[in-house]
C-alpha cells in the first residue's frame, strides 16, 4: 500500500480548515452581502445582509440555508467585490464558493440549489461585466 494520500484528501482537509476558519471569523455583519453586484438577482433578495449571512454560514455547517442565502449562493459569480468589504477579513469570495459546494450536494451535504439550466450564464455575465468595468477592474475580476 502506498503512503500517498487518496486523490482529494488534501482539498477535502483544506475544505474542512477553511469552513472552521471562517465559521470563527465571520461576525455575519451582512457587509459581503450589501456590496455584491449580484445579490439583487437573487430569487429571494432580502434588505440587509445581517438577515442573509447566517443562512450561508448554516449551510457552511451542513443545516438547512435560508431561502435568501440559498437565493444569494445560486447568484454569486464570485466578483471578489465582497472581499474588501469584509471588516474581519473572512474571503467571503471563498465563504461564497465553499457554501455553493456544499449548497451543490458537495462535501457531503444535502443539495440544497441545482445548478442553473441555463449553461451559457456564467459567459454573459462575464461579458456584460466587460461592457460596465475598467481595464483594472476587470484585472480583478477575472
Known amino acids: 500500500m502506498s ?3 487518496v486523490i482529494g484528501q ?3 482537509e ?21 456590496v455584491c453586484p449580484m445579490a439583487h438577482y437573487s430569487k429571494a433578495p432580502a434588505t440587509d445582509g ?5 443562512g450561508v454560514l448554516a449551510v457552511l455547517r451542513g443545516e438547512q440555508g435560508s431561502p435568501e442565502a440559498l437565493g444569494w449562493i445560486a447568484v454569486c459569480t464570485r466578483s ?4 474588501p468589504a469584509c471588516p474581519e477579513n473572512v474571503d467571503p469570495k ?19 440549489i441545482s445548478v ?4 451559457d450564464y456564467f459567459d454573459r455575465v462575464r461579458a456584460f461585466a466587460k461592457l460596465q468595468l475598467t481595464d483594472d477592474e476587470l484585472k480583478d475580476w477575472t
Open 80 to 83: 471578489g467585490v465582497c472581499v
Open 10 to 12: 488534501r482539498q477535502k
Open 116 to 119: 442553473p439550466e441555463d449553461r
Open 3 to 5: 503512503d500517498r494520500p
Open 50 to 54: 445581517k438577515a442573509v449571512v447566517p
Open 94 to 112: 471563498m465563504m461564497m464558493r465553499l457554501a455553493r459546494m456544499t449548497a451543490l450536494g458537495g462535501r457531503e451535504a444535502p443539495k440544497q
Open 14 to 34: 483544506f475544505q474542512a480548515r477553511e469552513v472552521e476558519r471562517i465559521l470563527g471569523a465571520c461576525t455575519q455583519c451582512g457587509k459581503c452581502y450589501e
